[in-house]
């Protein structure tokens, strides 16, 4: 509720983002259109850390890699204002990946100093079930989640069957619970930008790995023009 999600995107992505209430934007597999991000709301923040035992506010560090001060930055501003003392850490990527992958960590987890880790990922399958929430919640390498039996279930459930729109039910089932339980500082799904030829038919992908399997050319193309003159 600290974060102003809107700011964020305004101000460090140039307004390329799209918020986002859990793990999926808006064209993924298994996006819940009725599930709603936490409402900018820091005076219910305030109070939320207050009733927590923190009426003088709570010390957090945060890390982030090199290619994510900007957002870094903004996000650790909004915590301040809503009382939180931050401490921001920006390193290097193979420095940061050192305090956050847990196969390659320098100290072991419960000795870590940080209290959030900024980073980005993607889903280059669409299919959140195995990837993201493997990865980042059901023993991956990025997990620093303390599960709760009802998203294993969900999640046994959704690899186990090959029905799409009983997949699709499961993992919305697993965005509430995730969302609900704020496993994670969700922030936005960040808009990637393509400069192509007029003369080119761009398909883009929903992961926005780039593809070229549906892109084609029109006659008009400079590489089939019968010239063989670029416009």
Request: no cysteine; proline share 6%.
């Amino acid at each position: 509720m600290a974060i102003n999600r809107e700011d964020l995107i305004r101000y460090a992505t140039k307004g390329n983002g799209v918020t986002i209430p859990a793990f999926l934007p808006v064209q993924s597999f298994g996006h819940d259109p009725d599930l709603a991000p936490y409402s900018f709301d820091p005076d219910k923040a305030s109070h939320l850390l207050r009733e927590a035992g923190y009426p003088e506010g709570l010390a957090l560090t945060m890390i982030a890699s090199e290619d994510l001060e900007v957002q870094a930055t903004v996000v650790s501003k909004m915590l301040e204002q809503v009382g939180l003392k931050m401490e921001l850490q920006i390193l290097d990527s193979a420095a940061f990946i050192r305090k956050i992958f847990l196969s390659s960590l320098e100290q072991p987890p419960e000795e870590q100093t940080w209290d959030i880790a900024l980073t980005s990922t993607g889903d280059v399958n669409n299919f959140p079930v195995y990837l993201l929430y493997h990865d980042y919640v059901l023993g991956g390498p990025w997990d620093w989640v303390s599960e709760e039996p009802e998203l294993r279930r969900l999640y046994q459930l959704g690899l186990g069957t090959v029905d799409r729109e009983r997949q699709q039910a499961l993992i919305r089932q697993m965005e509430r619970h995730t969302r609900d339980h704020a496993y994670f500082l969700f922030l936005y799904n960040p808009i990637q930008l393509h400069a192509v030829n007029k003369a080119v038919t761009f398909v883009p992908y929903v992961t926005t790995r780039l593809i070229l399997t549906e892109t084609s050319v029109t006659d008009q193309h400079w590489s089939v023009r019968q010239d063989g003159i670029e416009p």
